[in-house]
């Protein structure tokens, strides 16, 4: 099994960055994508962006696309995302997950394995 383990988030005001790590552990050499998704109060959770292991290619949501960059090192197996100019309609629960499906509407199946959850929260 993999197994997701969350670093990176915290409070930070309007227009700052923070950078969120996911190393995954088990069998990690079944993995085909990692990726981020987040949850606020009330709403449902929303896919944020992807990394494909295969040809390291990305895949954001539109909401996101230009602020934030997802990247991972193989290696570590670890997974990285990199979020610049946050404003408070960002403040959620971000959660890393592997090996899932994100179609042109931004709905999801799988994810296979899902981290823990860290709290991002930007003050206006």
């Known amino acids: 099994q993999v197994q997701l383990i969350e670093s990176g988030g915290g409070l930070v005001q309007a227009g700052g960055s923070l950078r969120l790590s996911c190393a995954a552990s088990?069998?990690?050499?079944?993995?085909?994508?990692m990726g981020w998704f987040r949850q606020a109060p009330g709403k449902e959770r929303e896919f944020v962006a992807q990394?494909?292991?295969?040809?390291?290619?990305?895949y954001y949501a539109e909401s996101v696309q230009g602020r934030f960059t997802i990247s991972g090192d193989n290696a570590k197996n670890t997974v990285y995302l990199q979020m610049n100019s946050l404003q408070p309609e960002d403040t959620a629960v971000y959660y890393c997950?592997?090996?899932?499906?994100?179609?042109?509407?931004?709905?999801?199946?799988?994810?296979?394995?899902w981290g823990q959850g860290t709290q991002v929260t930007v003050s206006s």
């Open positions: 990394l494909n292991w295969s040809d390291e290619s990305t």
């Open positions: 997950a592997a090996d899932f499906r994100v179609d042109a509407y931004g709905s999801f199946k799988g994810p296979r394995s």
């Open positions: 088990g069998r990690t050499f079944s993995t085909y994508n």
